[in-house]
């Protein structure tokens, strides 16, 4: 299984950004997709996922700002990032995870960049 992320890149503090993730290969329909950030010399956190049902899971500090969605049939995982803040400078990793009996299937894409400007 490959993730391949997109959209990455530098955007002033209050713009927007859209990240894309695309899997290929082969894994269970019942999964969550979903985005983890990682910033220097911090550990790897959850931003916010999304099960293959469309239940949505994100962390407190994104709420209202970042929202995701995803296309079974490109099976493809998105983040609209808008309002963004310093902090949310970060690595930026797409992740695809087996749900229930299938849940050692658990895929990382190679992480793109996002930078803040203040």
């Known amino acids: 299984v490959q993730l391949v992320e997109s959209g990455g890149g530098l955007v002033q503090f209050g713009g927007s950004l859209r990240l894309s993730c695309v899997a290929s290969?082969?894994?269970?329909?019942?999964?969550?997709m979903g985005w983890f950030r990682q910033a220097p010399g911090k550990e790897r956190e959850l931003v916010e996922q999304i099960t293959s049902g469309g239940s949505t899971n994100y962390r407190d500090s994104v709420k209202g700002r970042f929202t995701i969605s995803r296309d079974g049939g490109k099976n493809a995982v998105y983040l609209q990032m808008n309002n963004v803040k310093p902090e949310d400078t970060a690595v930026y990793y797409c992740n695809l995870r087996g749900l229930g009996p299938f849940a050692s299937q658990n895929y990382w894409g190679q992480g793109t960049q996002v930078t803040v400007s203040s």
């Open positions: 290969g082969r894994f269970f329909n019942t999964n969550v």
